[in-house]
């Protein structure tokens, strides 16, 4: 369990995001950046609900545990889901017998879509130079 004292580190990415999640005993408040996350995500319920999922797939009370985050690259959708996925770590790390849990779920597992890079010669990544027949 987390003290105020003790942490629990792990790391999160998604796309070009990466977010640096510190996990420790508190009052619940998840800070981003410095900032609350309702502040960060400006509003954003859907986004914000992303970061409670681990918590409510092991139901557990999100207001025992703070969660402190360094986040950088990446848009918005993309750092909620690097959050996501270093919480979910962080608490897998606090405590072993989750881990089943949260596999289960699909939320330790990093997504690894990416964008594809644009090839030598061609107009993007796949777009080919247009063909005339005649």
């Known amino acids: 369990m987390a003290t105020k004292n003790d942490y629990f580190y792990a ?3 998604r796309k070009t995001a990466t977010a640096r999640v510190r996990l420790s005993g508190g009052k619940g408040v998840i800070t981003i ?6 502040e960060y995500f400006a ?6 609900h992303k ?3 681990p918590f409510t797939v092991l139901e557990l009370e999100a ?4 969660v402190s985050v360094r986040i950088s690259g ?5 750092q909620a889901e690097a959050v996501r996925l270093g919480v979910a770590k962080s608490l897998s ?6 881990k089943s849990t949260l596999k289960r779920a699909g939320l330790l597992s990093r997504d690894p879509r990416d964008k594809e890079r644009k090839k030598f010669g061609l107009r993007g990544a796949r777009r ?3 063909f005339v027949k005649r």
């Open 93 to 98: 790390a606090m405590n072993e017998s989750l």
């Open 43 to 48: 509003g954003s319920s859907y986004l914000l």
């Open 128 to 130: 080919q130079r247009q």
């Open 11 to 13: 790391l999160g990415r």
């Open 74 to 78: 990446g848009g918005q959708d993309g």
């Open 51 to 53: 970061l409670q999922e």
């Open 63 to 66: 207001g025992k545990y703070d």
């Open 33 to 38: 950046n410095g900032k609350p996350a309702s």
